[in-house]
């Protein structure tokens, strides 16, 4: 008997690749990809309904990884007829996993108290699933490929397929088809290299007619839910925001929702409430006015966040005003609330005055260039549930604020209630008086917040206005004073300062605010 017969490894690298393998190989590829998407679906979704991103991302993260080893340890038990069991985990993977993001959907919609069981369950078995998926591809491999070249090939279309994913998620998937079909899409994608094996495999198969039905019929209803995931998306939103969807779009940074009822219209941003029509000008009469009528005769205003145009509606009432620059990070925003008939109706058409220059990028960026200076700020960001929002509130951010700010300048920032998140609202005012700037807290009733918090800003003594605009629902200038008085249960308490380096901020207003939602 021959050398080489003795040992196959020469003639298996002589003769080349195979159909076989390489279709193998695509499919690791595509099953890398999948199971990524199912773990960013996850964790993204996870995020816009209970916030705190980063903890979010990393416990979903870590589950899924963990459910990863649970499966690639269980696949030591699957001994015979591989094919047949890769072609089942498939289907699986392709029916559990490209609903995810639907079943979340809905379960936050109609059964709330069941999300987080759900959603952690679901990520358990998904990612067991995926974890036996690599694990049996490498041994119906083992059988042609040497060992050296199966892992390296592997791992190699393992990690392009999880590259492919992590940059296309967020850039395009999202963006264009939201994440419902996002889902939905990759479903798809897991059960049609199902279908390829019963193809490639068809001689292995016992059970090829089963097998050929099982794949027809997961490819059928994956098919279908992708069709109809616009009524499912409905479904679920219409039940979660209980008024009628006027408007809905999922955009690189978030879900943007706006719905008409008893209230006006609403606008939710991942789920959060925004504004409602009926009292928004309560909420951006006090943050507007205190602060541009203080100022004098304000000639420049920066308006930081307030993508809806609210602010600049109020700002605009200021006949002095020659420049308002408007820096919101999504210009999805900026687009339906200057274009939308209706929406651009509710800021008065601000967002179209000539006055109005827009400019789409993060503000904590936008602070860090060189640029003008501006005799008033108005920083109206959504409250800190996560850290990338809790950047704006640190120090460092307020440091920079400071610069861009005239020395007669007064900058205003909305700081969530005083009253429920009474720490969280004192933390705010300890870090702008932290980089050298004088705090001025008050506080307005917005019947859909309740008792809401605001901080003027400045290097000067903050000093009443004698006079506000004509024309304002809400304020008048003999009653500002009781704005910036506050109440035993709202006064200051110790807090410390929130730097980038901590960001204890939205842990403590992750704290306070989740004990509203869990009472």
């Excluded at 996850?42 to 899924?64: E, H, K, M, P, R």
């Excluded at 809905?248 to 941003?269: K, M």
């Excluded at 910036?484 to 704290?511: G, I, K």
């Amino acid at each position: 008997m021959s050398e080489a017969a003795l040992d196959p490894a020469p003639a298996r690298a002589a003769r080349g690749p195979q159909p076989v393998e390489i279709a193998l190989l695509a499919s690791v590829f595509v099953v890398a990809a999948c199971g990524l998407v199912y773990e960013l679906s996850a964790a993204a979704l996870s995020s816009y309904l209970l916030g705190d991103s980063v903890l979010q991302f990393s416990t979903i993260i870590g589950t899924y990884l963990f459910a990863m080893g649970v499966g690639s340890w269980l696949s030591r038990y699957f001994e015979r007829q591989l094919p047949a069991h890769f072609l089942r985990i498939e289907l699986m993977v392709a029916l559990i996993g490209g609903a995810l993001p639907a079943l979340l959907f809905i379960a936050n919609a109609y059964i709330p108290g069941a999300f987080r069981l759900l959603l952690y369950g679901l990520v358990l078995v998904v990612g067991t699933l995926v974890g036996l998926e690599i694990p049996l591809v490498m041994r119906i491999l083992r059988r042609n490929v040497m060992l050296k070249d199966l892992v390296s090939q592997v791992l190699t279309f393992d990690y392009l397929g999880a590259l492919a994913v992590s940059v296309a998620f967020p850039l395009l998937l999202v963006p264009q088809l939201g994440m419902i079909r996002t889902g939905l899409l990759f479903g798809l994608m897991n059960a049609a290299v199902a279908l390829w094996a019963l193809w490639l495999f068809r001689h292995e198969l016992r059970r090829l007619g089963a097998h050929a039905l099982a794949c027809v019929l997961a490819l059928a209803a994956l098919a279908g839910a992708f069709v109809f995931a616009g009524h499912i998306t409905t479904l679920a939103e219409d039940k979660f925001y209980q008024d009628r969807i006027v408007f809905s779009e999922s955009s690189p940074y978030q879900r943007i929702v706006v719905t008409r009822g008893a209230a006006g219209h609403r606008l939710f941003l991942n789920g959060n409430l925004q504004f409602a029509e009926r009292d928004e000008y309560r909420y951006h009469e006090a943050l507007v006015h205190p602060a541009m009528a203080a100022q004098g005769a304000p000639k420049k205003v920066a308006v930081l966040g307030g993508g809806d145009g609210m602010a600049v509606r109020e700002v605009l009432k200021y006949p002095s005003v020659e420049s308002i620059t408007l820096v919101e990070l999504d210009p999805n925003m900026t687009r339906l609330f200057s274009e939308h008939e209706t929406l651009a109706a509710l800021n008065g058409g601000a967002l179209k005055s000539p006055k109005v220059h827009v400019v789409n990028t993060d503000a904590f960026q936008w602070l860090q260039q060189a640029g003008d200076m501006f005799d008033v700020i108005v920083v109206d960001f959504p409250d800190p549930t996560n850290f990338a929002i809790g950047k704006l509130y640190t120090n460092s951010f307020y440091a920079l604020l400071d610069k861009r700010l005239a020395a007669s300048g007064y900058a205003v920032i909305q700081t969530t209630s005083p009253l429920v998140a009474r720490k969280s609202f004192w933390t705010v005012v300890a870090t702008v008086e932290s980089v050298g700037l004088r705090a001025a807290p008050y506080h307005a009733h917005v019947p859909s917040f309740g008792e809401w918090g605001f901080i003027i800003a400045s290097r000067r003594p903050y000093r009443l206005p004698e006079a506000l605009p004509e024309g304002l629902r809400f304020l008048a200038a003999p009653a500002l004073p009781q704005l910036f008085e506050f109440p035993r249960d709202m006064a200051r308490v110790p807090a410390e300062v929130n730097r980038l380096s901590n960001q204890t901020l939205v842990t403590t207003y992750e704290q306070e605010w989740g004990k509203v939602a869990g009472h």
